[in-house]
C-alpha cells in the first residue's frame, strides 16, 4: 500500500471507530427480581390500579416492564408466578434463563432490550422506573 492508501486508511478506521463509539451506548445486564401480579392501591387521594409486571434491576435502579411487553416476546408473567415464595423463586429462574434484559445507556436516555431463548434479535421494551 501506497504512503496515500495508508492515511486513507487510517482516516476511515478511526471515523469508524468514532461513530460507532458515538452511536451506542454502554450495555448492562440486567437482574429479574420479582413479579408483580396485578394490583389495586386505595387512599383517601388515589386510587392506583397496575397490572401485571416484571420488575428488573439495572445498574443502580429498578424498572417495571409490563406484562403487554413481554407478550410481544411471548412470555407470559402469569405463568411465571406463584404465591408459595419457595415456587415463586424457582419459577423466576426460570424465567431468568428464557429472558436476558439489558440496559443501554446513552447520553440522553436509558433504553432496555430483551432476547428470548438466546436469540440475537433484541426488542426494545417500554419501562418506568419502580417508584
Given amino acids: 500500500m501506497g504512503v496515500i492508501s495508508m492515511k486513507r486508511y487510517a482516516l476511515v478506521f478511526i471515523a469508524c471507530t468514532l461513530v460507532v463509539g458515538c452511536g451506542r451506548g454502554k ?5 429479574l427480581l420479582e413479579i408483580e401480579p396485578r394490583e389495586m392501591e386505595l ?10 409486571e416484571l420488575e428488573v ?20 408473567l402469569r405463568d411465571y408466578y406463584d404465591k408459595t415464595p419457595r415456587v415463586a423463586e424457582q419459577k423466576l429462574a ?29 426488542v426494545e421494551l417500554r419501562a418506568s422506573k419502580d417508584d
Fill in 94 to 122: 426460570s424465567l431468568s434463563k428464557r429472558l436476558r434484559i439489558q440496559k443501554e445507556d446513552n447520553r440522553s436516555s436509558s433504553s432496555l432490550y430483551a432476547t428470548v431463548d438466546g436469540g440475537r434479535d433484541a
Fill in 43 to 52: 387512599s383517601l387521594k388515589d386510587t392506583d390500579i397496575e397490572g401485571w
Fill in 57 to 76: 434491576y439495572c445498574g443502580d435502579r429498578a424498572w417495571d416492564v409490563a406484562e403487554k411487553e413481554l407478550k410481544r416476546l411471548g412470555i407470559k
Fill in 27 to 31: 450495555l448492562e445486564t440486567c437482574k
